[in-house]
């Protein structure tokens, strides 16, 4: 059998970002060639739970499948910053690279549907039916994705996001007002207006260093995105069982790099990716659970929202997504037909 061949990138130098770039090979190796190399990029620390469940094992598997395709990997911000890598893969920089919505709400605003309040509880829940949706052929494909000249691999919707503050003490409702709350943009910052804070849009690479200097004062993260960036350090209170929000976090690869790929390459790469779309979730939901002690272990205290509260939160968060849909309407997007897409495949 093929060894597996998938190369990691040492850290480009800043410098030399410009030449290095130009150095590297064409994106895709004509199809007559023996081998066919891929690049990968994405703006995860090493070792983040969402590269080790989707992009690793996607480039070994594929690899290992295929026995023809290679991969170049560029982690952590190596080729571009998180908001940058969707057009870096729209301009062949990288031919797979991981794209969040909410950092490129420009572009892609229906696709933070995910990201909304609505009823699901679990990883899996909120992934599957996002799948569905944004999948080749799709409803969000047809009207996002595929315009962006980009073809979902696979995604991951976070865990249920919860409020985790830095000093002030979660007692309710109340002591969530004035508090500056990282946000990740589109559907959130509706979430944080409503509860009375201020949206400071922020990728997460940036939140540890925010939340040291006092420029935000909480953030709305699920919580095994907290111990990869070190947040934990700087937390005191958090929530739990309430769900505020989530992430999506895709990787696409653009369509002419998708175009030039042959069948059986094509197919490799579908079939993996849905079923590491499906193991990927399974791993942040058994992440949720187990790194929700290790927060606790480092100092953070959980706390219930009175029963009264819970009730008036739900009334809050239940208005989003009809007030998202309805500002994408406005704008003479489909907003309404994307959101009851979702619920429709959520109820599945």
Same mark, same amino acid.
């Given at each position: ?5 998938v190369?990691t990138r040492?850290?480009?130098?800043v410098?030399g970002? #410009?030449l290095?770039?130009?150095a /590297?090979?064409l994106a895709?190796?004509p199809v007559a $060639?023996?081998e066919?190399?891929?690049?990968? #990029?994405?703006?995860l ?5 969402i590269a080790k469940a989707l992009i690793?094992p &996607?480039m070994?598997? !594929?690899?290992e499948r295929t ?7 560029f ?10 890598l969707?057009s870096?893969?729209?301009t ?11 950092? !490129?709400?420009d572009?892609m605003?229906l696709?933070? !549907?995910?990201?909304l309040? %609505?009823?699901f509880?679990?990883?899996c829940?909120g992934?599957?039916?996002?799948? %569905?949706?944004?999948?080749?052929g799709?409803?969000?494909d047809?009207a996002? &994705?595929?315009?962006n000249?980009?073809?979902?691999l ?12 830095s000093s002030?003490e979660?007692t309710?409702l109340e002591?969530?007002?004035g508090?500056?709350i ?5 559907a959130l910052?509706?979430?944080v207006?409503?509860?009375?804070g201020?949206p400071v849009q922020?990728p ?6 925010? /939340?040291s200097?006092g420029?935000?004062?909480?953030g709305? &993260?699920?919580y095994p995105?907290?111990t990869?960036y070190?947040m934990e $350090?700087?937390l ?5 069982d309430v769900n505020?929000?989530? &992430? ?5 690869i653009s369509?002419e #790099?998708w175009d030039k ?6 197919? #490799? ?6 079923t ?6 399974e791993?942040?939901d058994?992440?949720n659970?187990e !790194? ?6 480092a100092g ?6 009175p029963a009264?509260d819970?009730?008036?939160l739900a009334?809050?968060l239940?208005?989003?997504g009809?007030e ?11 907003g309404?037909d994307?959101?009851?897409?979702f619920?429709?495949a959520?109820e599945k």
């Open positions: 059998m093929k060894e597996t061949s190369k040492a850290p480009l130098r410098a970002r #410009a290095a770039l130009a /590297l090979p895709v190796q $060639a023996q066919i190399e891929l690049r990968a #990029a994405d703006s620390p090493t070792g983040h739970y690793e &996607f070994e598997r !594929v690899s026995g023809k395709t290679e991969f170049a990997y982690p952590a911000q190596q080729l571009g910053k998180a908001k940058d969707l870096l893969t729209q062949g920089v990288t031919d797979i690279g991981y794209v969040g919505p909410s950092y !490129v709400s572009k605003p696709s933070a !549907v995910g990201q309040p %609505e009823s509880t679990t990883s829940e992934t599957m039916a996002y799948w %569905e949706i944004a999948k080749p799709g409803a969000l047809e996002e &994705f595929a315009p000249g980009v073809r979902m696979m995604v991951m919707v976070l865990p249920p996001y919860n409020l985790m503050t002030r979660i309710g002591s969530m007002k508090l500056k990282r946000s990740t943009g589109g910052d509706l979430t207006q409503k509860l009375g201020v922020m997460a690479p940036e939140v540890r260093e925010a /939340l200097r420029t935000i004062d909480a709305l &993260f699920p995105s907290v990869p070190g $350090a700087y005191d209170w958090g929530t739990q505020f929000g989530s &992430f999506v976090a895709t990787y696409v369509t #790099a790929l042959p069948e059986d390459v094509q197919q #490799a790469m579908t079939e993996i990716g849905e590491l779309t499906q193991e990927g979730c791993t942040a058994a992440q659970i !790194v929700k002690q290790q927060i606790a272990d953070v205290t959980y706390v219930d929202l009264e819970t009730e008036t009334e809050i239940g208005t989003v009809a998202w849909a309805e500002q994408l309407d406005a704008q003479g997007k489909s309404t994307i959101l009851e897409a619920r429709a959520l």
